[in-house]
């Protein structure tokens, strides 16, 4: 298959799977660490690099800055949506009712102690939150004028290393200590559902849960000595951020078999 | 004579040859605001535009219930984050305001506000601050109970409380006196005749209330400021028998004529007259958007440079381009005969020119 690759420096997780391991896809890299909205221009199915730090990025991939995306059996679509940590950034300081530390903070709110040190939120206010953000993102607006199917890998959740980081994290630890990672995932989740389901042709894969542990992060072996999307380079060894060819192979085997199985749509059901 | 030292100001017809109609001298505050004061909003529909305004200067508006980190404004807004320094939502009347201040010294609940609509709960206090409703019974009252401890606490913390009156028009519970911001059956719950009554409160009443309401802030936190406002929105529709219109000027007059009374006998109230400014004839309609109801930011903005071109420290808001179309001496018929209108020779010559 002819396949696009757009995205940010998660993309390089994919490139350095499909490179050990083409399996006859044909993969065009449109990508850059970072990549923002600014940095593109989509018409009539025409994408377009107008940053000169993305067109530079490209030369050296060998990539065009001008890709008619018609030319593409499908596109893939690498991060540029929220993440686990605008997931966990929301919750900040706030208790969502509806997670396990929310069920707490709701029964500290009806006592008649000194209540809860942070704000409750409703779990559909937390969700209305995270949708508006994914239907604002990049991911989505590039979905929305893609010509032809789009599958949305999301950035992984974080690799597990960082609960032994002491300091660092706060917040994402709390998470995993108050047994709220299950239902950040599953909201996550149905955000980017949510989304992009109600675009035609377009669908996500979700990372399983079988890379994942405490079920909003990613296992450390998966992310360890990530790829960097510059050739040859490797993200820092305290990088928790980005996963590596394992978890990229991983997740080619499910594009792969989402890209052989019609994709759902609103006008395809 | 009394009205020959008075200001230009104070009379019509130099206000009317002004450009602005001197809009600068209509409010002189008594209570000075200064950078980094700490400035509580709540009231109706239009005291959004407090907190918005208050937001962006050098005051610091008071968030007792901060929107989420991230949360988009559209999102944001939907679920009462924001607007006020609570998610208490339009608190449209007096009676409103006071109950809630009641409610919240010791986290009071009313089983009469614990609303259905369909499968959620709805808070009869506050039902439109969870579009979704709650899911449960329970998650409503910890709700209610959290957000009644914020408020408490809010006001330990303030400077200023800026509270914009409404409405005097309102629906109670019959037997426990409760009032409601909507009429029960539109948000959520259930009307029933027999149980819910409409109140129009008179000047008494309101003035009670926001007695009653002020000297509660005032036990909680002594050196707490009051500034009123009253919203120049015009009445959505009227359960009073009355014409929109008319029941209209009687709901913002009464609420003018309190603010008025409680500014003019307590040095730590004012009045800041963003109602004259949007609803007066200097303007005619220009404030208000074609539904002649809802303000446009042209408005929102004359009025906020007003409020705070009064304070210098605060430094300014910009004002719109307000020139008045220049008057003309022709007038679509005589003149009434009143002897009001001999007053406007003393004002100062220049000014009568």
């Known amino acids: ?269 | 004579m009394p009205y020959s030292a008075l200001p230009p100001q104070a009379f019509w017809k130099p206000c009317r040859a002004a450009g602005d109609f001197h809009l600068d001298a209509l409010y002189t505050p008594k209570v000075a605001l200064r950078p980094g004061m700490r400035i509580a909003t709540a009231g109706s529909c239009f005291a959004q535009n407090i907190a918005t305004y208050v937001r962006a200067s050098a005051l610091e508006l008071v968030e007792a219930e901060p929107a989420p980190a991230l949360m988009p404004p559209e999102v944001a807004r939907r679920y009462g984050y924001g607007l006020f320094s609570a998610r208490y939502g339009n608190i449209y009347t007096a009676r409103q305001l006071r109950q809630l201040l009641e409610d919240a010294e010791d986290a009071q609940l009313h089983e009469e506000a614990l609303w259905r609509r369909g499968d959620v709960w709805v808070d009869g206090l506050r039902p439109n601050v969870e579009p979704d409703g709650f899911t449960s019974e329970e998650e409503l009252c910890a709700f209610r109970r959290d957000h009644l401890r914020r408020v408490r606490a809010m006001f330990d913390t303030t400077d200023v409380f800026v509270f914009t009156l409404g409405l005097t028009e309102c629906w109670a519970d019959r037997d426990s006196g409760l009032v409601y911001p909507s009429v029960p059956g539109v948000l959520g719950g259930r009307f029933d005749p027999e149980r819910h009554v409409f109140v129009n409160q008179g000047f008494a009443e309101v003035h009670e209330d926001l007695t009653e309401a002020i000297a509660r802030l005032r036990r909680w936190n002594p050196r707490i400021k009051v500034l009123l406002t009253v919203s120049p929105v015009p009445l959505t529709a009227t359960a009073s028998g009355a014409h929109v219109l008319a029941a209209t000027t009687y709901s913002k007059s009464v609420l003018r004529a309190v603010a008025g009374d409680l500014a003019a006998l307590d040095a730590g109230i004012d009045y800041v007259p963003s109602y004259e400014i949007i609803t007066g004839t200097p303007f005619g309609a220009r404030f208000y958007n074609d539904n002649l109801r809802t303000v446009t930011s042209e408005g929102v903005a004359t009025v906020m440079s007003v409020f705070f071109g009064a304070h210098p420290e605060l430094g300014g808001v910009p004002r719109p381009d307000l020139a008045l179309p220049s008057a003309t001496s022709r007038q679509d018929r005589q003149d009434d005969i009143c002897e009001e209108a001999l007053l406007e020779a003393f004002a100062a010559p220049e000014a009568r020119a």
């Open chain 1, 1 to 269: 298959m002819r396949l696009c690759l757009i995205g940010d420096s998660h993309a390089a997780m994919l490139i350095a799977a499909h490179r050990a391991d083409p399996a006859g896809d044909a993969l065009t890299i449109f990508a850059k660490p970072g990549l923002a909205a600014s940095d593109i221009a989509v018409e009539d199915g025409i994408l377009r690099a107008v940053s000169e730090d993305l067109c530079k990025r490209l030369d050296g991939m060998g990539t065009s800055d001008r890709l008619d995306l018609r030319d593409f059996d499908a596109i893939v679509i690498a991060g540029l949506v929220p993440s686990a940590f605008a997931a966990v950034r929301l919750q900040q300081g706030h208790a969502v009712s509806g997670w396990p530390s929310g069920a707490r903070a709701l029964a500290r709110a009806l006592t008649d102690g000194p209540g809860t040190p942070r704000p409750l939120m409703t779990r559909s206010a937390y969700r209305a939150a995270l949708v508006a953000l994914t239907k604002s993102s990049l991911g989505a607006t590039l979905a929305r004028s893609a010509p032809c199917p789009v599958l949305l890998v999301p950035q992984p959740f974080p690799s597990d290393a960082l609960l032994q980081m002491e300091g660092k994290y706060p917040v994402f630890r709390r998470v995993v200590r108050n047994g709220d990672g299950a239902a950040l995932a599953e909201d996550l989740h149905a955000a980017y559902n949510s989304v992009f389901r109600k675009i035609d042709g377009a669908s996500c894969l979700l990372q399983s849960t079988d890379t994942r542990s405490h079920d909003c992060l990613t296992r450390a072996d998966l992310m360890r000595a990530g790829p960097r999307l510059a050739e040859g380079g490797r993200q820092e060894s305290d990088d928790i951020l980005h996963g590596n060819a394992t978890l990229g192979a991983v997740l080619w085997a499910g594009l792969r078999q989402r890209l052989r199985t019609p994709v759902e749509t609103t006008s395809n059901p």
